[in-house]
């Protein structure tokens, strides 16, 4: 079965660093997501791409973040500087179509920001 | 205001009996999907069912259903025949009609006893 695959699975940095988190969506998908899950809280949205663009973003997604698909496969978020409450699990997502079901995420990629 | 709302923080479940774990949406679009998913402790997001607001029926997957009120904007999953493996946190989620992404609740963690 097609699948969502995240790189790193957990990644430590120093406060202040860049972070790319890597995300493959799924070949024919068309519409691409990050959430961010802090520790024992719930899942928010982040951002949604589509036809190389930001379709949507939430108020987390500040100037600090940025998501790009540079070669037609992978779709990543950039963290420039990171701070400790950037800590948490990130999940990339991927679907054909927001009207179908086919909402498939990633395993996450935990960022522990020290 | 909270779109998505799971009052039950956590639930035991005797195994192999069923379980109801609630969630309750606020929406005033006429179209809207609601989701669940699960959540094992290895993190991962496992979608397990969807419910369109236009579906006649109930939507079920193998032993999980949800029991869908409109009228009371609930959305309820109901789990049959819990197993050890069912133990994890649970995550209902809405896309509403203009957007396409998922606002999710903040979940319930179930645990199955033996």
């Known amino acids: 079965e097609p699948e969502v695959t995240q790189t790193p699975s957990h990644q430590v940095t120093q406060m202040g660093q860049e972070v790319i988190l890597r995300c493959v969506p799924i070949?024919?998908?068309?519409?691409f997501y990050w959430y961010r899950q802090i520790l024992g809280q719930k899942v928010e949205f982040l951002v949604s791409?589509?036809?190389?663009?930001?379709?949507?973003k939430s108020e987390i997604f500040d100037d600090q973040f940025s998501v790009e698909r540079p070669d037609g496969s992978n779709f990543t978020l950039k963290i420039r500087s990171t701070k400790l409450e950037d800590s948490a699990m990130y999940f990339c997502?991927?679907?054909?179509?927001?009207?179908?079901?086919?909402?498939?995420f990633g395993s996450g990629t935990r960022l522990t920001v020290v | 205001a909270q779109k998505i709302t799971q009052t039950q923080p956590g639930m035991f479940v005797q195994e192999k009996e069923a379980v109801t774990l609630d969630c309750t949406y606020d929406?005033?679009?006429?179209?809207?999907?609601l989701f669940w998913y699960k959540q094992p402790s290895s993190g991962e997001m496992i979608f397990l069912i969807y419910?369109?607001?236009?579906?006649?029926q109930n939507a079920t997957e193998g032993r999980y259903s949800l029991n869908f009120q409109k009228a009371r904007k609930s959305a309820n999953l109901v789990i049959s025949a819990s197993q050890l493996g069912d133990s994890a946190m649970y995550f209902c989620?809405?896309?509403?009609?203009?957007?396409?992404?998922?606002?999710f609740g903040a979940g319930t963690i179930l645990r199955v006893k033996s």
């Open positions: 997502a991927s679907s054909e179509s927001p009207g179908l079901y086919g909402y498939t």
């Open positions: 070949s024919n998908h068309l519409y």
């Open positions: 791409f589509y036809n190389n663009e930001i379709s949507e």
């Open positions: 929406t005033s679009d006429p179209s809207y999907g």
């Open positions: 419910q369109g607001s236009y579906d006649q």
């Open positions: 989620a809405m896309r509403e009609e203009y957007g396409n992404k998922l606002v």
